[in-house]
């Protein structure tokens, strides 16, 4: 089996629960949405096997293992998980939720668009860009442990705290990453 990988890198992540995190991603091409602010480029990828992706990720000293897209959930398959599990990985996965997921992955991280109706039976956490729209009609939609809000590009963070502030199971999300300019 061979999986369309567009990048793989090793940073901190940047955003949700998990951040500051030192994590491995893997980003893999192609989604089953088309949404007009889309910065991921969706056609350019390599094509690798699992022994190409294990090697290349494990010159990265961190066991946590960030899998986004696209939408990851349209390649990442159960041997995926396995091997990944069986070389010592935590799995945190980045996906729109509109495609099921193996259910090994031990952290599902979902970000719905619009147009997308939720088919995961287990979401760790819900992270939404604020835009104004009605969250919390979205957050009834998809179930979460904890639920994200994140200023657009931080050009409405104090619309988005002032909305925190008023609705406070939502938590602060930034693009910490962007913050202190690295991947
Ligand atoms: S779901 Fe994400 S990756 Fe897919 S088109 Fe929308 S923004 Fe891009």
Request: proline content about 5%; aromatic content about 10%; charged content about 20%.
């Amino acid at each position: 089996m061979a999986y369309r990988v567009n990048e793989i890198f090793y940073s901190l992540q940047g955003e949700g629960y998990y951040t500051g995190s030192p994590a491995v991603f893997l980003r893999f091409s192609g989604c089953n949405l088309a949404c007009d602010f889309c910065d991921t480029d969706h056609f350019h990828g390599e094509e690798m096997d699992l022994p190409e992706i294990l090697e290349k990720i494990s010159v990265y000293p961190s066991r946590h293992i960030v899998i986004t897209g696209g939408e990851p959930s349209l390649q990442l398959d159960n041997e995926l998980v396995n091997l990944l599990h069986d070389a010592g990985y935590y799995i945190q996965v980045e996906t729109n939720g509109t495609h099921p997921l193996p259910e090994e992955v031990d952290w599902v991280t979902c970000s719905p668009k619009e147009g997308g109706e939720c088919v995961l039976k287990k979401i760790d956490e819900l992270k939404v860009v604020f835009l104004g729209q009605d969250v919390d009609e979205i957050a009834s939609r998809y179930p979460a442990m904890h639920y994200f809000l994140q200023p657009c590009s931080c050009s409405n963070t104090t619309e988005t705290v002032e909305y925190i502030l008023s609705h406070p199971y939502w938590r602060l999300s930034l693009q910490t990453h962007k913050l202190i300019n690295i991947q």
